[in-house]
């Protein structure tokens, strides 16, 4: 295990944000972790785990021992006629596990192709897209206990998952690393078609719908997110930077009279408005400020154009937040942690 001292999280973060990690160590097994930990607790350094970055928004340098998660590893270790249970290392690329489970035929995750970040991270943020959700295909997961040293495994229920909710980002935040996520996929798709465009773009893509396939789908919903959000690679971003916020039906009756046109999806507590309306509706879109800025085709998506800075981005979505407030009378949430 190599520990690095003063190195730049910009390889490290898709907001490609450079701020410093005054140490820093790669672990490639639970071994490797537990050995950092120790190290940490030694020196009474605080620590920050990193995945793949993509849901972190740096906006100063962190005086911590920085784990990066790289446990690899996609095994199948039971099915039966109609699911196959797989565990999966927490380093893992998530749309490369997904790709993987098309090539096998293993149906569930296909709608959630494309999104960014380690498949750590998919039960911490309970990830969906498209109409699906981890939490519909998770079984359980193994993590290291920070306190104990310990790996426990942890099934669904414990889990407590919620829109793009779990008890890691609440009641268990920093008390856990995940290593392993363990996910019960089937042999026997049932695909999810009918959440946004996807219907209309496998039509558009000339694919038949008595003969879909799960790289149909996937390749739908990748052409989907290739057409509104932008490569993290190329344009420094997080993806979708808030929560899509749920109200009452009361709160969305006296909207809709001020708003007809406003889209909404029904949930069991309340009606959902997606926060990518609100922000239009309120003219943030293609908005820019120095540096960073409203993503000129998707208005969730806040950008970092080149050298910009997360103290300058988490203030440009204290003033949407602000501002979608004083207009609607909603909150807005970020989906991203500030670090």
Known sequence: MNIQENISLKPYNTFQIDKNARFFVEAHSIEDIIEALKVARD??????ILGGGSNVLLTKDIFALVIKIN????EV?????????????AGEVWHDF??????????????????????GASPMQNIGAYGAEIQEVFDHLEAINRTSLETETIGKEACKF?????????VARD???????????????????????????LDEMGRKENAYTLRDISDAVIKIRQEKL?????????GSFFKNPVISESQFEQLKQLYP???????????????????????????????????????????NYGDGDGAAIKALANKIQRDIKERFDIDLHPEVNFI
């Open 98 to 119: 997904v790709l993987h489970a098309i090539d096998q035929h293993w149906a569930g995750i296909e709608n959630l192709s494309l999104i960014p970040g380690t498949v």
């Open 230 to 238: 932008p490569d993290p690679q190329k344009l420094g971003n997080a």
């Open 175 to 201: 008390q856990y690393i995940i290593t392993h996520v363990t996910y019960k996929l089937s042999k026997e798709p049932t695909f999810n078609i009918s959440y946004g465009a996807i219907q209309s773009t």
């Open 71 to 74: 446990i690899k590893g996609i």
């Open 43 to 48: 020196q009474s350094l605080p620590v920050l």
């Open 162 to 170: 919620g829109y793009r909710e779990s008890i890691f980002k609440n």
């Open 77 to 89: 270790f039971r099915e039966n006629d109609t699911h196959v249970w797989v565990k999966v290392g």
């Open 261 to 303: 046109e406003i889209p909404f999806y029904p949930q069991e507590k309340g009606i959902k408005i997606p926060a990518a309306w609100l922000l239009e509706n309120a003219g943030w879109k293609g908005k820019t400020f120095g540096n960073v800025g409203v993503h000129k085709k998707q208005p969730l998506v806040l950008v």
